[in-house]
């Protein structure tokens, strides 16, 4: 894209950063995300969710809720594939109490509790 001088934009990133973390390379992911910031483009939910996915399917659940805080932070909310794939992660890990907390918290917070949050505890719990 560069060598045509097509810029990238935040959509072109996210796909990459989904892309690197569906092959489990996390690291890559994380320096294509901070070259977004280099860049001054803003990631967005789906960046994020991804991120926090590939933190999750490592088991680095200390950074995936890093970067859920950091959502927020920044003015987006976490929806429920942000929520679907933290319950994943740690259904896959055999963190149970954390995740019945952060499902508790999803229905404090009003957000409708769908077939994404449902699917995703089942997968993490296969």
Same mark, same amino acid.
Request: aromatic share 8%.
């Given at each position: *894209?560069?060598?045509?001088?097509? #810029? &990238? %934009?935040?959509? !072109? +990133? @996210?796909? =990459? $950063?989904?892309?690197?973390?569906?092959? /489990?390379?996390?690291?890559?992911?994380?320096?294509?995300?901070?070259? *977004?910031?280099?860049?001054?483009? #803003? &990631? %967005?939910?789906? !960046? +994020? @969710?991804? =991120? $926090?996915?590939?933190?999750?399917?490592? /088991?680095?659940?200390?950074?995936?809720?890093?970067?859920?805080?950091?959502?927020?932070?920044?003015?987006?909310? &976490? %929806?429920?594939?942000? +929520?679907?794939? =933290?319950?994943?992660?740690?259904?896959?890990?055999?963190?149970?109490?954390?995740?019945?907390?952060?499902?508790?918290?999803?229905?404090?917070?009003?957000?409708?509790?769908?077939?994404?949050? +449902?699917?995703?505890?089942?997968?993490?719990?296969?």
């Amino acid at each position: *894209m560069r060598k045509r001088r097509i #810029s &990238p %934009n935040k959509v !072109t +990133y @996210s796909t =990459l $950063i989904n892309g690197f973390v569906g092959e /489990g390379k996390i690291g890559i992911a994380i320096r294509v995300f901070d070259e *977004m910031s280099i860049l001054n483009l #803003s &990631p %967005n939910r789906i !960046t +994020y @969710s991804a =991120l $926090i996915d590939g933190h999750c399917n490592k /088991g680095n659940f200390e950074e995936a809720l890093r970067l859920l805080v950091r959502t927020e932070a920044v003015g987006l909310r &976490p %929806n429920e594939v942000s +929520y679907g794939a =933290l319950l994943n992660g740690l259904c896959k890990h055999d963190k149970f109490d954390l995740a019945r907390g952060f499902l508790e918290k999803m229905r404090t917070d009003g957000m409708v509790i769908g077939h994404i949050t +449902y699917t995703s505890i089942i997968d993490g719990l296969s």
